[in-house]
């Protein structure tokens, strides 16, 4: 089956993950969906609020708060941090909760010279000391969704300062993250002296070497009553404070 290949031209956390719930329920496409949001903390669907995140920080500082459909932990992204969303149908051929989907980010890391290892949580390791990508997963009928985050320049103090807790309340029963070291793929290049990128340069670089990779596909951008009834999910669902601030 040829995968459609979709770049988001928004910034806006809503607005991108409303369009991957979006592309999962409303397609029957394989897709291969990229975005860069602007500074957000992204939760996952059964966490607490609370437990993960300094929200003063957070509302000092115009950091967006948004909860994902998806599982596990929370995370920072800014405009030097790429996503990429993996979505496709079932096949009987593979569990579908593997690490397969990572191996051809695996493959085009490599290619830069990037000695990267999947983790047991199917995240992505530098050197075996350094978390540079998390994922999450989400099954539903026919459907699976796998995304995840790649740290190429993200602001990491304020990765840090978003991502811990002053008002923790152990009674709450929700999904703990997990804190790992981080590092930005810039930083390993520029100690390394491999290559250099701005991220412009190297989103691009990174798109062409996977979709290479993920032959045959097709180039697509969303509808314009795509994104009508996605800014509809946004409202109704991402940007609403029932969804973000459930219990």
């Not at 008002?167 to 929700?174: C, G, Y």
């Not at 009508?228 to 409202?235: D, G, M, R, S, T």
């Amino acid at each position: 089956m040829v995968m459609k290949i979709i770049n988001s031209t928004s910034t806006s956390p809503t607005f991108n993950l409303a369009s991957e719930e979006y592309l999962f329920y409303e397609s029957q496409d394989d897709i291969l969906f990229f975005y860069v949001n602007e500074p957000s903390v992204i939760i996952g669907c059964n966490q607490a609020i609370q437990n993960e995140i300094d929200l003063d920080y957070c509302r000092v500082n115009n950091i967006h708060i948004v909860r994902r459909m998806s599982g596990g932990g929370a995370v920072y992204h800014d405009l030097g941090n790429l996503n990429y969303c993996f979505i496709s149908n079932k096949t009987e051929e593979k569990y579908s909760l593997s690490d397969e989907f990572l191996l051809p980010i695996v493959d085009v890391l490599t290619d830069l010279v990037v000695p990267v290892e999947i983790g047991k949580r199917n995240d992505l390791w530098l050197e075996r000391k350094y978390k540079i990508s998390g994922t999450a997963s989400h099954m539903a009928k026919n459907r699976e969704l796998h995304h995840g985050t790649l740290l190429y320049d993200t602001n990491l103090e304020i990765l840090e300062r978003t991502l811990n807790s002053k008002t923790k309340d152990k009674s709450l029963k929700s999904i703990a993250s997990v804190q790992s070291p981080v590092k930005n793929l810039s930083t390993y290049f520029k100690e390394t002296g491999h290559l250099t990128f701005d991220f412009l340069d190297f989103f691009d670089s990174f798109k062409k070497r996977l979709v290479d990779i993920l032959i045959p596909e097709i180039e697509s951008n969303l509808l314009d009553f795509e994104r009508e009834k996605i800014q509809i999910l946004v409202e109704k669902k991402y940007a609403s404070k029932d969804w973000t601030f459930r219990k």
